[in-house]
Nanobody, 126 residues
Framework: VQLQASGGGLVQAGGSLRLSCEASGRTFSSNTVAWFRQAPGKEREFVAA????????FYGDSVKGRFTIFRDGGKITVYLQMNSAKPEDTAVYYC????????????????????WGQGTQVTVSS
């Protein structure tokens, strides 16, 4: 499985940005796709996850109510819609995938994911 993340860029505080994660190779309807982010000098942080079998979304506390994770029903593409962006959202964003439906208690754990994209830089200016 190869993951291609795209859509990063520069956005002003309060603005919006949409990230895309496209999967190729063997993928399954039961997988879980997530976004994580890492800012310089900080640990990797869970942003959001989507269980493909039922479309359930999970969010980190810092983005809840501002970000939305959703999929393109016809393709293996997952999006992260970022609204009301804040300077603290500045980071490299990575998409990740695991070929099973994760239970709720571990969707936020980076070690649960087997495949990772290359990352896309998001910069939010104040």
């Amino acid at each position: 499985v190869q993951l291609q993340a795209s859509g990063g860029g520069l956005v002003q505080a309060g603005g919006s940005l949409r990230l895309s994660c496209e999967a190729s190779g063997r993928t399954f309807s039961s997988n879980t796709v997530a976004w994580f982010r890492q800012a310089p000098g900080k640990e990797r942080e869970f942003v959001a996850a989507l269980t493909m079998s039922d479309g359930q979304g999970f969010y980190g506390d810092s983005v809840k109510g501002r970000f939305t994770i959703f999929r393109d029903g016809g393709k293996i593409t997952v999006y992260l819609q970022m609204n009301s962006a804040k300077p603290e959202d500045t980071a490299v964003y990575y998409c990740a995938l695991v070929k099973r439906r994760l239970i709720n208690s571990v969707v936020h754990t980076s070690g649960a994911y087997d495949y990772w994209g290359q990352g896309t830089q998001v910069t939010v200016s104040s």
